[in-house]
């Protein structure tokens, strides 16, 4: 069973920085694709963010503001958010899947998710 586990979100003044962290097992990081969704109140869980093994992909919302990453030596997808905005306010998750793709039927595998909050 894949386990992805994320942690890193919190409350942070609009123009401020979170980073988010989603740890897995060797097996999974190695073998996977990973994406970063939100789901606002109210709203539709969207693709944030992406990385396969050396492709990124970004929604247009967040280009310029955020970075997804991979570090092999802990098993962990990073997303680094910079310059926050109170319309970033949402649960964020992490998800695995066997392809980068932006299509969140695509992926299988999530985490519990962690809330970030924006203050204006």
């Known amino acids: 069973q894949v386990q992805l586990v994320e942690s890193g979100g919190g409350l942070v003044q609009a123009g401020g920085s979170l980073r988010l962290a989603c740890e897995t097992s060797?097996?999974?990081?190695?073998?996977?694709?990973f994406g970063w969704f939100r789901q606002g109140p109210g709203k539709e869980r969207a693709f944030v963010a992406g990385i396969g093994k050396t492709v990124t992909r970004y929604a247009d919302s967040v280009l310029g503001r955020f970075t997804i990453s991979r570090d092999y030596a802990k098993n962990t997808i990073y997303l680094q958010m910079n310059k926050l905005q109170p319309e970033d306010t949402a649960v964020y998750y992490c998800a695995a899947t066997l392809a980068l793709t932006d299509d969140v039927r695509m992926y299988g595998d999530w985490g519990q998710g962690t809330q970030v909050t924006v203050s204006s």
């Open positions: 060797p097996v999974t990081f190695n073998s996977r694709a």
